[in-house]
């Protein structure tokens, strides 16, 4: 019977099992971060650095034409804009425009209608 403390040897016909190297770790590789971030972008912190520049205000519109509200489909009156564009749009006051929406509800065609008649 061998000594506990005796190294085994190898079966006749058996392979020793070798010891993994350090080339062969199962040890992932490092990542250069500097060089390329996760989504491919080589800097993605550059296009921040315009955007956050300073205590400037944002430019102005480009144009002075009116903007066309969120929801065309639907007449608000709570945004001071969209009731002007309403009543360009219409051809109203904003009174008028108020009155039709309280009768015929906020549906654009709806309201189109009532003015109309």
């Given at each position: 019977?061998?000594?506990?403390?005796?190294?085994s040897?190898?079966?006749?016909?058996?392979?020793?099992?070798?010891?993994?190297?350090?080339?062969?770790?199962?040890?992932?590789?490092?990542?250069?971060?500097?060089?390329?971030?996760?989504?491919?972008?080589?800097?993605?912190?550059?296009?921040?650095?315009?955007?956050?520049?300073?205590?400037?205000?944002?430019?102005p519109?480009?144009?002075?034409?009116?903007?066309?509200?969120?929801?065309?489909?639907?007449?608000?009156?709570?945004?001071?804009?969209?009731?002007?564009?309403?009543?360009?749009?219409?051809?109203?006051?904003?009174?008028?425009?108020?009155?039709?929406?309280?009768?015929?509800?906020?549906?654009?065609?709806?309201?189109?209608?009532?003015?109309?008649?």
């Amino acid at each position: 019977m061998p000594s506990p403390s005796a190294p085994s040897t190898p079966r006749p016909g058996a392979a020793a099992s070798p010891s993994p190297g350090p080339a062969e770790s199962h040890a992932p590789r490092p990542v250069d971060l500097g060089s390329e971030s996760a989504a491919g972008e080589e800097d993605p912190g550059a296009s921040m650095d315009v955007t956050m520049g300073g205590d400037e205000p944002p430019p102005p519109p480009a144009t002075d034409e009116p903007v066309e509200p969120l929801d065309p489909g639907r007449v608000s009156l709570v945004d001071p804009e969209d009731v002007e564009y309403w009543c360009r749009e219409f051809g109203c006051t904003e009174a008028e425009l108020r009155e039709a929406v309280a009768r015929v509800g906020d549906h654009a065609a709806a309201v189109r209608q009532a003015l109309e008649h």
